[in-house]
Antibody, heavy 119, light 110 residues
Framework: EVQLVESGGGLVQRGGSLRLSCATS????????MSWVRQAPGKGLEWVAN????????SYVDSVKGRFTISRDNAKNSLYLQMNSLRAEDAAVYFC????????????WGQGTLVTVSS | QSVLTQPPSVSEAPRQRVTISCSGS????????VNWYQQLPGRAPKLLIY???LLPSGVSDRFSGSKSGTSASLAISGLQSEDEADYYC???????????FGGGTKLTVL
């Protein structure tokens, strides 16, 4: 069974940092693009970043460029999101998702981890 | 303001058919595959349609997708109460070099 389990969310002060993790199992992690998608309370979905199978290609939404870094460890079947200089507008549930082809076809999702940013 | 435009809400009676539109541009829908997601309250999104019109394994064939030019549509036939959810379209935008989502459509089954 394919599983994605996020962790690392929590309460952080504005300007602070947080590192999210996504532990995966049940599939060959190194064969898939992976993405982070977030959802602010009561709002829609927003893609944050993606990373190629070997980590050699990464893309980010403009609003997080220079502040967030996506990475992966294929030996540990894990995906990460380092979030620095956090802003109030970064508060959201963060989902990790498996991407079928490096586009926007996310066929498996984790349950999400909540990030709260306080002033 | 989302890059892809969806109606905020649609409603229809049980057993009827409803369509949800998703309008974009030549840099996203006109250039990339469209994918659709269903999100039930408090749950993670679920892939409903991928690559414009393909059905993932396990998804009911009451759901179907189509695309023409810079617009796409999701159709749901034989509406059931459990179809009440938020629906999102998404595509890769070659100009932004990013995935873009629609703002979401809340489906109410009357």
């Amino acid at each position: 069974e394919v599983q994605l389990v996020e962790s690392g969310g929590g309460l952080v002060q504005r300007g602070g940092s947080l590192r999210l993790s996504c532990a995966t199992s049940g599939f060959t992690f190194s064969s898939y693009w992976m993405s982070w998608v977030r959802q602010a309370p009561g709002k829609g979905l927003e893609w944050v970043a993606n990373i190629k199978q070997d980590g050699g290609e990464k893309s980010y939404v403009d609003s997080v460029k220079g502040r967030f870094t996506i990475s992966r460890d294929n030996a540990k079947n894990s995906l990460y999101l380092q979030m620095n200089s956090l802003r109030a507008e970064d508060a959201a549930v963060y989902f990790c998702a498996r991407d079928l082809g490096g586009s926007s076809a996310f066929d498996c999702w984790g349950q999400g981890t909540l990030v709260t940013v306080s002033s | 303001q989302s890059v892809l435009t969806q109606p905020p809400s649609v409603s229809e009676a049980p057993r009827q058919r409803v369509t949800i539109s998703c309008s974009g541009s030549s840099s996203n829908i006109g250039n990339s595959a469209v994918n659709w997601y269903q999100q039930l309250p408090g749950r993670a999104p679920k892939l409903l349609i991928y690559y414009d019109d393909l059905l993932p394994s396990g998804v009911s064939d009451r759901f179907s997708g189509s695309k023409s030019g810079t617009s796409a549509s999701l159709a749901i036939s034989g509406l059931q109460s459990e179809d009440e959810a938020d629906y999102y379209c998404a595509a890769w935008d070659v100009r932004l070099n990013a995935v873009v989502f629609g703002g979401g459509t809340k489906l109410t089954v009357l």
